[in-house]
C-alpha cells in the first residue's frame, strides 16, 4: 500500500520544483500576442510567463529611457527574474539581472528599490543583510520587506523574530489564511523533536509561526533556501543536523534527503509533501505517509497507526477546502494548490478508520478527499475513493 500510495502521490503534487514551464522561446513568440501591459506577476504557467515577458518589455523600455527612475529598473529586475524563474533558468538570466543590480548601485544607491534589489539577487548571501536591513528601515511596512525579512530570520535560526515578521505580514493581509492552517496540520503530522524538510516559502514561514506558537521542538529546513553552503550549514546547524559527507555538490544528489538520513542516525528525518517528486520519487521506498508528511526510513516503519491518529483526531480540518484570504494572487494560487496534498492521508486515514469498523468517520474522510479533488479541477478520482 506504501509504495503505491507514493507513487501515485507525485501525480498530485503541487511541489514547485515539479511545476513545469513551457521554453522560453515559445512564450516569447507568444508574448507578441499580449501587448496590454501587466504589472510583474510571479507564477509558473505559460500565461504568467507570457505576462512577465510583457512586462519585462515594458520596463526594460522605460527604465533604459530612464536611467535614474529606481522603480521602473525595480520591475524591469522583478519581471526578469520572475521569467527566469518561471522557465527555471536563473542562472541563464544571472548576466541580465546583474547588469541590472548593477545599475542600481550606481545610479540609485540608497533607494529601497536599490538595496532590495542587491540582497535579492545575491542568493540570500550574509553578507548582504545590512542591505536588507537597511530597505526595511526605509520601509517596515512593505510586505517584500516584510518577506525577505522573514527569510533572514530564519537563517539567523531566529524562530521568534521570524514567527514576528510573519504576524507582520499576516496583519497586512498578505498571508493566505489556507496555509496557516495547512502549516498546524503538518505540525500535527509529525513527533516532537522531527526534522522537517520543506519547499519554500508558504510551506515554511507559517510553519515557523505555527512551530512558536504550539512550543514545538519541530526543527525546519528549507530546500529552497539550501543552495548557498553557507546558508545550507547555517541551517544545518541550527536544526541540530549533520552535513552530509562531501556535501559541496549534495543539492544537485536525487538522494540528498537520503544521504542526510545516513549521516544523521537516530533522528527523525521528515519530508513535507510539497517538495514534490523531484525530491521524493527517488526515495519513494523509504518513505511513510504520516499526514502532511513523510518519514524516511532505510528499514519497514508501521506508519498507518500514526497516520490514523493524526488525520483522524490532531488535524484541523473543517476550514480545508473552503477557500483561502490574501491579496497576492500566486501565493492563492499555491495555497490552494497546497491542498491537493490531503487528498492521499485522507484516504489512508478513512482505509484505516474503515477497518477499524469506524464506517462514520472514514465516510466523512473520503467525502472531504473528493471535495478537494474537485476543488483543485481533478474531475476523476485518482484513487479509490469508496
Known amino acids: 500500500m506504501r509504495v503505491t500510495a507514493i507513487a501515485f502521490l507525485f501525480i498530485l503534487l503541487p511541489g514547485w520544483l515539479l511545476a513545469q514551464a513551457n521554453p522560453v522561446n515559445v512564450v516569447q513568440e507568444n508574448s507578441a500576442r499580449y501587448n496590454v501591459f501587466y504589472d510583474p506577476l510571479f507564477g509558473y504557467s505559460e500565461q504568467d510567463n507570457i505576462r512577465n515577458f510583457s512586462s519585462r518589455n515594458y520596463w526594460m523600455n522605460r527604465a533604459e529611457a530612464a536611467p535614474k527612475d529606481e522603480v521602473a529598473w525595480f520591475n524591469y529586475y522583478r519581471a526578469s527574474r520572475f521569467v527566469a524563474e518561471g522557465a527555471f533558468d536563473i542562472e541563464g538570466a544571472q548576466t541580465e539581472l546583474n547588469s541590472i543590480d ?3 548601485q550606481k545610479f540609485s544607491a540608497g533607494t529601497w528599490e536599490q538595496l532590495i534589489v542587491e540582497y535579492w539577487n545575491s542568493d540570500r548571501n550574509p553578507l548582504k543583510f545590512p542591505q536588507l536591513e537597511q530597505a526595511y528601515k526605509l ?6 520587506s516584510l518577506r525577505f525579512m522573514m527569510g ?14 510573519y504576524t507582520k ?3 497586512a493581509g498578505e498571508a493566505p489564511k489556507t ?4 502549516a498546524y496540520n503538518v505540525l500535527q503530522s509529525l513527533p516532537a523533536d522531527a526534522v522537517l524538510f520543506t519547499n519554500g516559502e508558504l510551506d515554511t514561514y ?3 509561526w505555527q512551530i512558536k506558537q504550539n512550543n514545538s521542538s519541530v526543527k525546519v529546513i528549507s530546500l529552497s533556501f539550501c543552495s548557498r553552503p553557507e546558508n545550507r550549514k547555517a541551517l544545518f546547524t541550527n536544526a541540530g543536523l549533520m552535513l552530509p559527507e562531501n556535501d559541496t555538490n549534495s543539492m544537485a544528489d536525487a538522494l540528498f534527503i537520503q544521504r542526510v538520513a545516513s549521516a544523521n542516525p537516530g533522528k527523525k528525518i521528515y519530508v513535507a509533501a510539497s517538495c514534490g517528486g523531484a525530491v521524493l520519487e527517488p526515495i519513494q521506498d523509504s518513505l511513510y505517509c504520516t499526514g ?7 528499514t519497514p516503519l508501521e506508519h498507518l497507526s500514526f497516520l490514523k491518529n493524526n488525520v483522524g483526531t490532531k488535524m484541523k480540518l473543517d476550514q480545508v477546502g473552503k477557500g483561502v484570504g490574501g491579496k497576492n494572487r500566486f501565493d492563492l494560487t499555491v495555497a490552494t494548490d497546497l491542498e491537493m496534498n490531503y487528498y492521499l492521508p485522507l484516504l489512508l486515514a478513512a482505509d484505516q478508520y474503515a477497518s477499524a469498523g469506524n464506517g462514520e468517520k472514514a465516510k466523512e474522510l473520503r467525502a472531504k478527499a473528493t471535495k478537494i479533488r474537485i476543488r483543485a479541477g481533478y474531475e476523476q478520482s485518482l484513487r479509490s475513493e469508496e
Open 179 to 182: 496555509t496557516e492552517i495547512y
Open 292 to 298: 502532511l508528511a513523510f518519514r524516511y526510513s532505510s
Open 169 to 171: 505580514w499576516k496583519n
Open 152 to 165: 533572514k530570520e530564519f537563517l539567523s535560526g531566529s524562530i521568534a523574530q521570524c514567527s514576528s515578521f
Open 102 to 104: 548593477e545599475h542600481l
Open 206 to 208: 507559517p510553519l515557523i
Open 139 to 144: 520601509r517596515p511596512e512593505d510586505p517584500i
